[in-house]
T-cell receptor
Framework: SQTIHQWPATLVQPVGSPLSLECTVE??????LYWYRQAAGRGLQLLFY??????ISSEVPQNLSASRPQDRQFILSSKKLLLSDSGFYLC??????????FGSGTRLTVV | QKEVEQNSGPLSVPEGAIASLNCTYS??????FFWYRQYSGKSPELIMF????GDKEDGRFTAQLNKASQYVSLLIRDSQPSDSATYLC???????????FGTGTRLKVLA
């Protein structure tokens, strides 16, 4: 069966520090992968999506970046965090039926 | 700008009643429609998807789609306190890998 792993679960980082969030998928090959952010009380905002290794599409101009170094690995990074980067970060992949399966999420607080 | 709109709620229903959640979308090219349930502090979980006009039933859940009116709804029969959560509507346009989410409707089932 397919599973998606995302870590860490929670993170408190100072302003200006770097960020690296990792997501891996098991049990499938060549999945479409997504990074979303959900700010407190807000909807889900698509940040990046990838349809293959090295293929990244960015949806929102910001100080975040994404990379896909392996087929089932998706990484979200930042060189310098801003207060506005706080939120709940979700990795997701789409299966054959098209719906998302989300990871358990990372709650990031920038202080 | 493609949009998905939901009433933020809260929608309060007594235990055992039918909860009706609604969603409208702006892109007439949309082909796939999804409902997710999100408990507080958790990641969204796919509960229903529908692709064709009409009704689709799965246990206590029924999804209804009307493409002419650009309207999709979710009915929850025999509502239980454990159904209390935020319900997110998501829409995928044809020819894209992107899903647009509504901001969600908070449902409260009163025991």
């Amino acid at each position: 069966s397919q599973t998606i792993h995302q870590w860490p679960a929670t993170l408190v980082q100072p302003v200006g520090s770097p960020l690296s969030l990792e997501c891996t998928v098991e049990g499938t090959s060549n999945p479409n992968l997504y990074w979303y952010r959900q700010a407190a009380g807000r909807g889900l905002q698509l940040l990046f999506y990838s349809v293959g290794i090295g293929q990244i599409s960015s949806e929102v101009p910001q100080n975040l970046s994404a990379s896909r170094p392996q087929d089932r690995q998706f990484i979200l990074s930042s060189k310098k965090l801003l207060l506005s980067d706080s939120g709940f970060y979700l990795c997701a992949w789409t299966g054959q039926l098209g719906g998302y399966t989300f990871g358990s999420g990372t709650r990031l607080t920038v202080v | 700008q493609k949009e998905v709109e939901q009433n933020s709620g809260p929608l309060s229903v007594p235990e055992g009643a039918i909860a009706s959640l609604n969603c409208t979308y702006s892109d007439r090219g949309s082909q796939s429609f999804f409902w997710y349930r999100q408990y507080s502090g958790k990641s969204p979980e796919l509960i229903m998807f529908i692709y064709s006009n009409g009704d689709k039933e799965d246990g206590r859940f029924t999804a209804q789609l009307n493409k002419a009116s650009q309207y999709v709804s979710l009915l929850i029969r025999d509502s239980q306190p454990s159904d209390s959560a935020t319900y997110l509507c998501a829409v995928r346009s044809s020819g894209t890998y992107k899903y647009i989410f509504g901001t969600g409707t908070r449902l409260k089932v009163l025991a």
